[in-house]
């Protein structure tokens, strides 16, 4: 089954998104200054325990290593996924430093 999850890069609204059934998943970001921020996962809990969070990260580095992007894992999922998965997370660079309240703020 989670060979039929197809994650879209929605870019006009900064985000990775799953969709089935009505029901959305994603992985927000921000993308800034050759940058790549991964901000807030979030998977409702009809579509969880199917990788979607992890296929979200997983797209993350693609683009990143496609646009040559350095990938900023704010959202702890995301910085536990690319710790879980070193040789995924060696396909890009990875600023591992923690947000500081200012960069978090809208």
């Known amino acids: 089954m989670a060979d039929a999850i197809d994650v879209i890069d929605d870019a006009e609204h900064s985000r990775f998104l799953y969709v089935e059934d009505g029901q959305e998943a994603q992985l927000a970001y921000r993308a800034e200054d050759g940058r790549l921020v991964l901000t807030h996962t979030e ?4 579509l969880g ?16 290593a496609d646009r040559g992007e350095t990938l900023a894992p704010w959202c702890p999922y995301t910085r536990r996924w690319l710790e879980r998965h070193p040789d995924e997370a060696a396909a890009v660079d990875i600023d591992w430093r923690e947000p500081d309240d200012e960069e978090v703020s809208p």
């Not at 998977?43 to 009809?46: L, N, S």
């Not at 990788?51 to 990143?64: E, P, Q, S, Y």
């Open 43 to 46: 998977v409702p809990d009809a």
């Open 49 to 64: 325990g199917r990788g979607i969070a992890g296929r979200f990260v997983a797209a993350a580095v693609a683009r990143a």
